[in-house]
């Protein structure tokens, strides 16, 4: 499984525990929506809930789909305001992302060591900055749509 272009992803709960099961579905939704126009595929590979909190594992079949995706792995922040229950606060929550060649050389689930923190979701300002772009920011709700070219792009056009 998996042809070198392919891409393994590990999406995984770092911090924010329970509350931040459903953060690890929408990341793997943006990365299915993503995919989806470019005439990838999608297969989950394997998910997991445990107690502090859930992982997934997936593989994004093609052409260039790992030269795409290597700039997505990192930790990602989200700050969050629960629809009920939050009283107005703004929670945090840490999802790591991995991305590999093949799925042997993803990390082992308890290193994190090695990620730096790439992007930041706010939903309660619909943006996201990636933090390796300095001032640019992103609309969230675009993004978590599945249109991540504008990110990549630039990314990859300052070749971090």
């Not at 992982?55 to 930790?75: T, Y």
């Not at 090695?114 to 920011?137: C, K, M, Q, W």
Request: aromatic letters at 8%.
């Amino acid at each position: 499984m998996g042809t070198g272009t392919d891409a393994f992803l590990r999406v995984r709960v770092i911090a924010g525990g329970q509350d931040a099961i459903f953060l690890v579905t929408k990341m793997c939704e943006m990365y299915s929506r993503y995919a989806e126009p470019k005439g990838w595929t999608t297969t989950l590979l394997s998910e997991r809930v445990y107690s502090e909190g859930a992982e997934s594992i997936a593989l994004i079949g093609g052409d260039r789909a790992f030269n795409k995706l290597q700039h997505e792995a990192g930790i990602h922040r989200f700050q969050w305001v629960p629809p009920a229950g939050g009283q107005g606060r703004v929670l945090t929550f840490k999802i790591m992302v991995a991305i590999a060649r093949r799925i042997d050389e993803l990390d082992p689930p308890g290193s994190t060591a090695s990620y730096e923190n790439v992007r930041t979701y706010n939903f309660p300002l619909n943006r996201i900055a990636d933090h390796r772009l300095g001032s640019l920011r992103f609309q969230l709700d675009t993004v978590m749509g599945g249109q991540l070219d504008p990110i990549i792009d630039a990314l990859s056009a300052a070749e971090l």
